[in-house]
Nanobody, 124 residues
Framework: QVQLVEAGGGLVQAGASLRLSCAAS????????MGWFRQAPGKEREFVAA????????YYADSVKGRFTTSRDNAKNTVSLQMNSLKPEDTAVYYC????WGSGSSDANSYDYWGQGTQVTVSS
């Protein structure tokens, strides 16, 4: 069992930066690929970024490539999402998710555990 807790959301203006973090419980964090997803009001949950369990590989949605960076610290059981040059269309609830022995899938169905989400609002 893995419990995930996100933090770092907030209200910012377009062009600003935010850093989201996700803290995981348990001793087997390094067994899990980690993903970031988001869901805006009235829209489907969508893939944002993912990182392999070793941290050696990262994956991004086209909409955030070049602006967002995900990283992890397996010693601290944390994964982060650095979001730069934020746009109003980035407004959503952001979730981190864990996929045991995964490789960093963009498919939400691959993930076993989910956090409660953190709100990111970008004003124009």
């Amino acid at each position: 069992q893995v419990q995930l807790v996100e933090a770092g959301g907030g209200l910012v203006q377009a062009g600003a930066s935010l850093r989201l973090s996700c803290a995981a419980s348990g001793r087997t964090f390094s067994f899990y690929a980690m993903g970031w997803f988001r869901q805006a009001p009235g829209k489907e949950r969508e893939f944002v970024a993912a990182i392999s369990f070793s941290g050696s590989s990262t994956y991004y949605a086209d909409s955030v490539k070049g602006r967002f960076t995900t990283s992890r610290d397996n010693a601290k059981n944390t994964v982060s999402l650095q979001m730069n040059s934020l746009k109003p269309e980035d407004t959503a609830v952001y979730y981190c998710a864990a996929d045991k022995w995964g490789s960093g899938s963009s498919d939400a169905n691959s993930y076993d555990y989910w956090g409660q989400g953190t709100q990111v609002t970008v004003s124009s």
